[in-house]
Nanobody, 122 residues
Framework: QVQLVESGGGLVQAGGSLRLSCAAS??????MGWFRQAPGKEREFVAS????????NYPDSVKGRFTISRDTAKNTVYLQMNSLKPEDTAVYYC?????????????????WGQGTQVTVSS
């Protein structure tokens, strides 16, 4: 049975940092990613990474501040978030897909974690 379990969320002041983790079990996915959803907004893409870690994808809103990485031996993906802003406040979800493309649309990811809350205070 496939499971994605996130951890590492919390409350941080603007300008601070947090590191999220997502441990996968049940199988290894070529592409893993992070999405977030703020209250009243649609779920949006944050980052994705290939199995080797050599390829990554970010939207402009987080590029240069967030870094996705993975440890294949632990089947775990990480999201290092620096220079956090109040607008980064959201529930962050880990996601995975079987294909090889670093896609950024929600519907392309059939596997999801339960989410972890990140709150950035001003």
């Amino acid at each position: 049975q496939v499971q994605l379990v996130e951890s590492g969320g919390g409350l941080v002041q603007a300008g601070g940092s947090l590191r999220l983790s997502c441990a996968a079990s049940g199988r290894t996915f070529y592409v893993m990613g992070w999405f977030r959803q703020a209250p009243g907004k649609e779920r949006e893409f944050v980052a994705s990474i290939s199995l080797s870690g050599a390829s990554t994808n970010y939207p402009d809103s987080v590029k240069g501040r967030f870094t996705i990485s993975r440890d294949t031996a632990k089947n775990t993906v990480y999201l290092q978030m620096n220079s956090l802003k109040p607008e980064d406040t959201a529930v962050y979800y880990c996601a995975a897909r079987l294909g090889i493309s670093l896609l950024s649309t929600v519907n392309e990811y059939p596997y999801w974690g339960q989410g972890t809350q990140v709150t950035v205070s001003s």
